[in-house]
């Protein structure tokens, strides 16, 4: 059979930048091959992925050296408006490439722009919508859907053309759990459907393995690292050593001492053959330990029967939260969880002052917080939000940190120490007279932490800390938020939809699902529970399966082994 | 914070009429307004312009903060004029009828009350439309008319795109703002007026940033889906011209053919009662 893609001695230099980006690139695929590129961020694996669709050479400019051929032709005389009629490029962002104002419109988006007639652009449009079950939706504005809507409308506008390849950068960054499963399932779906070759880019490797992948093409440094079959891969030790996070499950039976091989298709738990470690993981579960510090401290943070509405006035208003009641403890990490538009979001700007509750009040030490404004507030509880871009308003890093302290008027010198301190303590005091454009989107991320922390607010709450960020840098943030939680004994509360966050950081889980809080309990707990976690949007964690695989009774103590088993290797590196 | 006058979707006749009829019947309308000052035909326009005002169905909510501040821009408008020809009224009508003395040799007289209150008048036949204009008619659906027109599809696109992003710039303002109140950059009336502008560019500059940010991902996506690769392109929501279509325009172009006959009949753009 002949490959539909083929990289031949590939590389490329951006025309700003000093060293290739990619180089020596050798790879095929083949039709209906479903393939996964992984890598860290700035392995190249997104560049990679440009080359495919002709956004490399044509929009961003450069060198190129080698050959590739995508579906028969060279991408760099095809141009990306050529390629789009052979590959299909479904973007991360799904909210940002919403182009039509309808989600018709989006749909019909590449057929207008090729001046094909309207009543053929009706016709396509409502095949594309049959193909990814949105019919109902097509007169409905983007801002109405939920984001697993949003991608199917994506997939939607790139169906319209006959592609040949699917191409999806990054999927799944910014779905709930569930979500994500049922993205999966209806790739899986297309691809049967309509003779598809799949190439997904994405570093959340377990939620891809929900379905079979044929291959994992490893990235690292602008090359291929490897190209494997997922069985082969998940038994050796590759995958973490490149900083790609493993099956939850395979990490488990790996620090059991099981030595995995290919022949027992670890690909997934459900069908993997578990009998030959069995024994082993019982020991281990057994002879674990698991004394999690329990947190006795005296209650911050009080929240007592809130509501909000944004209608105030009709008797039939439609709630946004409803009779909300929890209590943090000082020192605590706490996640709210639950799906997009559960309300989390909500219940944080309530907190923060940004919207007043419809009942219900907010106790901070024992005192009410109703009547202050949102910068007294501001003094208590500081508010981090999820794109560092949102808020960081001046160019040098000095500045952007001092900038709350000196809208309060305190003395030049004192910002100045305080300043370097909390610099110190968030590992940028090298960078201070840096500008902040050098920065890399990690550190800015810093930088706007650093900006609240400056101010020793009593608490931290953080929208979606680690949305789009890969494993090393998500555990160098959350590292980050854990080590100054340590060290000055503040209260962490972080908004979140990532299972792994809440699961290895967070003491405590809040989960929320349409408005009223279903559970308060640990996220062991939570993830462990089929009900809590189906009505959340949350996926029970495989941990759970490997439990009962293993005739362990109780899975939620033994994801606590994990948990502790986890954070003590990493306290030692 | 009130919504900005943007496009919502309602079941009228406005709403059904395609929106090239309805940007040809507004620059028509808006350019007859601007040339006659006869004073009964611009009577004839206002009652006019509120009747389609209120079979639209436009919700005074929607339009008020913009209308209050046209309002304002008017009366600075009527006093400049006073202000710097206080006579124009007498030199255009050719009389003068002094009502009272002001100051120096400002005087108040029929003729320049009489003009003032024409170039009132002209504001309020203009206003209704141009809102009708605005929340009837749906931004992608304008691009195609704009297109229909002759405008060049990407400008009309870029226009279309910057009307839809509206809601979103807004939604991130507010955001941004909370979350930079929250860091102490106080933004109520607590603080002096100056500072305050001082303090709203810290709101800016991300806001600025992060909308860059959308600015590239949306033109990658555009690009990737072949925008402004041929010279012509076709439209989803481009509406058919329907017989109410057809009658609108011809109404239309005979009303302001007959407005501009009667105008200039007697050789002059003014209705002169002074005579």
């Known amino acids: ?573 | 914070m009130s919504k900005l006058i943007s496009y919502e979707k309602k079941n009228t006749r406005i709403h059904e009429l395609s929106g090239f009829t309805k940007l040809v019947f507004f620059i028509l309308w808006c350019l007859t307004s601007a040339l006659t000052y006869d004073t009964r035909i611009l009577h004839i326009m206002v009652i006019i312009g509120a009747c389609i005002y209120r079979l639209s169905g436009t919700s005074w909510k929607q339009v008020s903060t913009v209308f209050k501040a046209v309002m304002f821009f008017m009366l600075i408008n009527l006093l400049c004029i006073f202000f710097f020809a206080p006579y124009q009224g007498c030199d255009i009508y050719k009389s003068r009828t002094d009502l009272a003395d002001l100051f120096g040799n400002y005087s108040i007289t029929a003729e320049q009350l009489f003009y003032e209150y024409n170039v009132m008048i002209k504001y309020f036949t203009v206003i209704p439309t141009i809102f009708i204009f605005l929340v009837t008619t749906d931004p992608s659906e304008l691009a195609a008319s704009m297109n229909g027109v002759g405008i060049p599809y990407t400008v009309s696109y870029a226009f279309s795109l910057a009307l839809r992003y509206i809601p979103d710039l807004q939604g991130d303002f507010r955001k941004i703002r909370n979350a930079q109140e929250a860091r102490g950059i106080e933004m109520s009336s607590k603080a002096g007026l100056m500072e305050r502008i001082k303090r709203n560019a810290s709101i800016i500059s991300p806001l600025l940033f992060s909308s860059m940010d959308r600015i590239e991902v949306v033109s990658n996506a555009m690009e990737l889906r072949g925008f402004g690769k041929k010279k012509k392109r076709s439209w989803y929501s481009k509406k058919k011209l329907a017989p109410a279509d057809y009658a609108v325009i011809a109404f239309i172009i005979v009303f302001s053919a007959a407005v501009l006959i009667i105008t200039y009949m007697d050789g002059s753009r003014f209705y002169n009662p002074f005579i």
């Open chain 1, 1 to 573: 059979m002949e490959a539909i893609i083929e990289f031949k001695d590939y590389s490329f230099k951006y025309r700003s930048q000093k060293e290739t980006t990619i180089h020596d690139i050798n790879l095929k695929i083949y039709p209906g091959e479903k393939i996964l590129i992984a890598g860290p961020s700035g392995s190249g694996k997104s560049t990679l992925a440009h080359c495919i669709n002709a956004l490399i050479p044509c929009s961003y400019n450069g060198e190129v050296k080698g050959e590739l051929k995508v579906a028969g032709q060279d991408p760099a005389t095809s141009g990306v408006f050529g390629m789009s009629k052979k590959v299909g490029t479904v973007l991360q962002d799904s909210d940002g490439q919403f182009i039509g104002l309808t989600v018709a419109e989006d749909v019909a988006f590449a057929l207008e722009n090729d001046a094909v007639s309207q009543a053929e652009i009706f016709d396509k449009v409502d095949r594309a919508a049959e193909l990814v079950d949105i019919k109902n939706l097509l007169k409905s504005s983007p801002a109405e859907l939920s984001g697993g809507q949003k991608q199917r409308v994506s997939m939607a506008g790139v169906l319209v053309d006959d592609v040949e390849i699917l191409l999806f950068d990054e999927p799944l960054a910014n779905l709930d759990p569930a979500t994500g499963k049922r993205t999966i399932a209806l790739i899986d779906e297309l691809m049967q459907k309509k003779n598809l070759t799949v190439i997904i880019i994405e570093h959340r490797l377990e939620d891809c393995l929900y379905r079979d992948l044929d291959r994992i093409i490893l990235v690292n440094d602008g090359r291929i690292i490897a190209d494997e079959k997922p069985d082969k891969l998940l038994a050796g030790d590759l995958l973490s050593k490149e900083g790609i996070r493993e099956p939850l499950y395979i990490s488990a039976l790996k620090y059991a001492g099981a030595e995995i091989t290919a022949e027992d298709k670890p690909q997934h738990i459900e069908s993997m053959n578990i009998l030959p470690y069995r024994e082993k993981v019982k020991n281990w579960y057994e002879n674990s330990e698991k004394n999690l510090p329990v947190n006795n401290n005296p209650y911050l943070l009080e929240v007592e029967n809130l509501s909000f509405s944004y209608d105030t006035g009709s008797q039939d208003r439609k709630y946004v939260l409803e009779d909300i009641n929890f209590r943090v403890r000082k020192g605590e990490i706490l996640s709210i969880v639950g799906k997009n538009g559960a309300g989390k979001s909500t219940l944080s700007a309530l907190i923060c002052g940004f919207y007043k509750p419809l009942s219900g009040k907010i106790l901070l030490n024992g005192e009410d917080l109703t009547d202050l404004s949102i910068k007294e507030r501001g003094e208590k509880i500081g508010f981090v939000m999820q794109s560092p871009n949102q808020m960081i308003s001046k160019p040098l890093i000095m500045d952007e940190v001092g900038l709350g302290l000196s809208c309060r008027g305190v003395p030049e010198d004192e910002i100045k120490e305080r300043v370097e301190e909390t610099l110190k303590i968030c590992g940028l005091y090298p960078f201070r007279n840096w500008p902040v454009n050098a920065l890399s989107f990690g550190q800015k991320k810093r930088v706007s932490i650093a900006s609240i922390l400056v101010m020793k607010p009593e608490i931290l709450i953080l929208d979606e800390p680690t949305a789009g960020q890969d494993y090393r840098h998500y555990t160098e943030i959350m590292e980050f938020l854990k080590k100054i939680n340590e060290e000055t004994g503040i209260t962490i509360i972080m908004i979140t939809h990532d299972m792994h966050l809440m699961l290895e950081y967070t003491d405590r889980a809040i989960v929320l699902a349409d408005g009223r809080l279903i559970t308060d309990d640990s996220p062991a707990a939570v993830l462990t529970d089929e009900a809590i976690a189906d009505r959340a949007y949350l996926k029970k964690t495989s941990l759970y399966d490997l439990a009962k695989l293993c005739d362990i009774e109780d899975a939620s103590d033994f994801v606590n082994s994990f948990i502790y088993y986890e954070r003590k290797i990493r306290s030692n590196v």
